[in-house]
């Protein structure tokens, strides 16, 4: 006797898996920014120095980085939509959690385990969709999914400033009990279970550790380095790294089913869409952290003026989302990307070409070109590595594609620390033309998709 497998939802429940799909998303990416423009007030609030409650930010950042691939792999053993009921009842806790902290101490622990709930999120949201989509409509969404990433990334600063004018800094967390009980409730009705679970797979704890000393010593070396820690500090988290980074491969080659999806980064258009994604993040951070820095202290643009010349990036993205998500299946995605990373080249280096006294319109143009660059390009590319991988193995693609996401913005601010310290006045310059080369490195990545073939869904 065969099971039949469903290939998509039906439309009621189709609407209410995806609502469930955007709020916790939009929960767990909007919490990796809202608190940098409130860090000053919570330092003061809380006696502690500016340099300590940049843990408040690092303490997410890194819960995340080092949870995503072990809470994606335990989806694919338990089920995606139990690993996301949980993360978003321990995100609404942990909100509650930071709201009421009376110290920096409780606050950076609540942000860690905030953290892990919004990794649940994350580690399988991609999955869900392609459990929640026919094959066929797949690429929408996705285009769904690029959408709320970037409307959330860019909504986190705006949204902290809305609340601060009327509230205290409180508010930034309580914000998300509400939103969290109300997606808990529709993930309760409408979340579809997993086609292909394994219970036979066993979660192999001495990876789950190793992934975490990897990736987590990863990330504090780069932040480190960003923050100008001693060399030697930094040398010796990096050869943490290559030193666990090693035995942690070597045991993952040993294993049926990796935790580190191994067996996916040989599938020629999986890795290469990592690689094109890891780059293209990194550009963006590259140029989102370092033109703040020239907007306000060379141009003397107030803060909100710079808030809005950054703007046209994100809504550029908002609007090309929906139209690559409809080219996906008709357009091959090798092609589409190399396009979307051209133009947003051409962007970062006409961003790094302007003139002394540039007005308004030189600056919106330029970005809006770079943000629709990358709108074309976000949703082809993750499309692509979910798609690439057998349906059996969609945790480990979708774990992957956040901590590909991940690697690279974390990159690309620890590039512009680099820049900064080795150019001083003009580290937004170096930035720009670093991050223009890395997305024609990008393209050039992206192109190497078109002679790669599939892997079979059978």
Known sequence: MTTKVVDGLPVPQRYGAILTIIIGLMMAVIDGSIANVALPTIASDLNATPARSIWIVNAYQIAIVISLLPLSFLGEMVG????????????????????????????????????????????????????????????????????????????????????????????????????????????????????????????????AVMNALTFGLLITALSSFSQGDSLLLVGAELLGVLMIGFF??????????????????????????????????????????????????????????????????????????????????????????SAGMILMAAGLFALAMLPAQPSDIDIIWRMALCGAGFGLFQSPNNHTMIASAPPQRSGGASGMLGTARLLGQSSGAALVALMFTRFGDGGTHASLICAGTLAVLAALVSGLRVQSKPVSQA
């Open 248 to 337: 942690f491969v070597r045991r993952q080659l040993e294993l049926p089913v990796p935790m580190l999806p191994l067996d996916l980064l040989r599938i020629p258009l999986f890795s290469l869409s990592v690689g094109t994604s890891v780059c293209s993040f990194c550009a963006q951070m590259l140029a989102l952290v370092s033109l703040p820095f020239f907007l306000q202290s060379v141009l003397g643009r107030s803060e909100v003026e710079t808030g809005l010349l950054l703007t046209p990036w994100p809504l550029a993205t908002m609007a090309l989302s929906p139209l690559a998500g409809a080219l996906i299946g008709r357009v091959h995605a090798g092609l589409l990307g």
């Open 80 to 207: 995606y939509r139990r690993v996301y009921k949980w993360g978003l009842g321990i995100f609404s806790l942990t909100s509650l959690l930071c709201a009421v902290s009376p110290s920096l101490e409780v606050l950076t622990f609540a942000r860690v385990a905030q953290g892990f709930g919004g990794a649940a999120l994350m580690s399988v949201n991609v999955a869900l969709i392609r459990l929640i989509y026919p094959q066929r409509q797949l690429g929408r969404g996705m285009a769904i999914n690029s959408f709320i990433v970037a409307v959330s990334s860019a909504a986190g600063p705006t949204l902290a400033a809305a609340i601060l004018a009327v509230a205290s800094w409180q508010w930034l967390f309580l914000i998300n009990i509400p939103m969290g009980i109300v997606a808990l409730l529709l993930a309760l009705r409408f979340l579809p279970a997993n086609q292909h679970t394994s219970q036979a797979r066993r979660f192999d704890v001495r990876s």
